[in-house]
């Protein structure tokens, strides 16, 4: 396997390992990195793919520079190498809502994490990220997704998740896409809240969508996932 490195936005970095044994075209595992004077990382990924990652992040900051070490969700693809990442950047620190820190991240982090609060933003110098608190959106309790402000790109986790190994970055219409890897794993939870939290990230009208696991989407973010919250307001209905 490789991980391979796109700038998806103005200083963003997408590192993306292709596992080809999952589902029947493989699936994507991606970090992102939002470069600048105190560099955040979003999503840790698996520890097995610690070594082949953090070399590939290294190509691009040093990580004795690295600020920041952020993930949507407690889940080992997006944080189970929080310690290796604290271990290979001293400098670093979690970056979590508070529910989770509270929860789980005070006791499994090696470093006190840093708390952060719904619409906290953290200035990072050149870039800043607002933190924007999702519950179970799309699943887990201390969800949340960053939004990066300078550039318009919201690092959403889970949301609009695709198998294969598409291109890193497309305008394309990935919905159809989406909702079959949705039917596929089913990974969502319907809550009565679902569709109307993602359609307040629609409303961010983002330029970007950095997506963990397949193509990042810089098509009409906000029609997209407007459609999105339609789809899992159907769902809910249909399971109901």
């Not at 969800?143 to 394309?172: F, M």
Request: net charge negative.
């Amino acid at each position: 396997m490789q991980t391979r490195i796109d700038e998806i936005a103005d200083g963003i970095y997408r590192f993306s390992t292709h596992v080809p044994d999952i589902g029947p075209t493989g699936f994507t595992f991606n970090q992102f990195l939002v470069d600048a004077d105190e560099p955040l990382l979003f999503h840790t990924g698996l520890r097995a793919l610690f070594p082949l990652v953090s070399d590939t992040v290294g190509s691009v900051v040093a990580l004795d520079k690295l600020r920041w070490i952020t993930f949507g969700h407690l889940e080992a693809d997006e944080s189970g190498s929080m310690n290796e990442w604290l271990a290979a950047a001293p400098n670093s620190q979690v970056a979590h809502p508070f529910m989770g820190c509270m929860v789980s991240i005070n006791d499994l982090a090696d470093r006190e994490p840093r708390p952060l609060g719904q619409n906290e933003v953290i200035d990072l110098g050149g870039k800043q990220v607002r933190n924007i608190d999702t519950p179970h959106v799309p699943h887990g309790w201390d969800a949340h997704v960053l939004y990066e402000e300078t550039t318009a790109t919201l690092l959403c986790g889970d949301l609009l998740s695709q198998i294969g190994n598409g291109p890193p970055v497309t305008s394309d219409d990935i919905f159809e896409a989406a909702m079959q890897t949705e039917d596929m794993f089913q990974p969502t939870c319907f809550t009565p809240n679902t569709a109307q939290t993602i359609r307040a990230l629609a409303e961010l009208r983002p330029a970007t969508l950095a997506i963990m696991h397949g193509s990042s989407y810089n098509g009409d973010c906000g029609k997209i996932l407007l459609e999105l919250a339609e789809d899992c307001e159907r769902r809910r209905s249909a399971s109901a």
